[in-house]
């Protein structure tokens, strides 16, 4: 079991940044796979961003690309961070951390279905 807690959302104007945190507890975080989504009202929960369980992979949905930066420290409680630069009104939305298992340390995954456990989820809202 994992347990996974957001924080760092809030409200900033467009073209300021962010960063939201993920503090991953319970089994070891590092056997995990990370990834951030997020979903605004009436819309899907898209993928924004993953990372690999030793760091050294990361992927970025198209509309974040440049724009947003994963890492991770795999401490004692592993934290994954997601920097978001040159913020957009329609960044706006939830944005929920998750973890998956993964076998392989390069794995990063997409879909929602890959990941077992979800945060709560932190708002993110970005005024024009």
């Known amino acids: 079991q994992v347990q996974l807690v957001e924080s760092g959302g809030g409200l900033v104007q467009a073209g300021g940044s962010l960063r939201l945190s993920c503090a991953a507890s319970?089994?070891?975080?590092?056997?995990?796979?990370m990834g951030w989504f997020r979903q605004a009202p009436g819309k899907e929960r898209e993928f924004v961003s993953a990372?690999?369980?030793?760091?050294?992979?990361?992927?970025y949905g198209d509309s974040v690309k440049g724009r947003f930066t994963i890492s991770r420290d795999n401490a004692e409680i592993t934290t994954v961070y997601l920097q978001m630069s040159s913020l957009k009104p329609e960044d706006t939305a939830v944005y929920y951390c998750?973890?998956?298992?993964?076998?392989?340390?390069?794995?990063?995954?997409?879909?929602?279905?890959?990941?077992?456990?979800w945060g709560q989820g932190t708002q993110v809202t970005v005024s024009s």
């Open positions: 998750a973890a998956a298992g993964a076998t392989f340390v390069y794995s990063v995954y997409r879909r929602t279905y890959d990941y077992r456990y």
């Open positions: 990372i690999s369980r030793s760091g050294a992979v990361t992927d």
């Open positions: 319970g089994r070891t975080g590092s056997s995990y796979a």
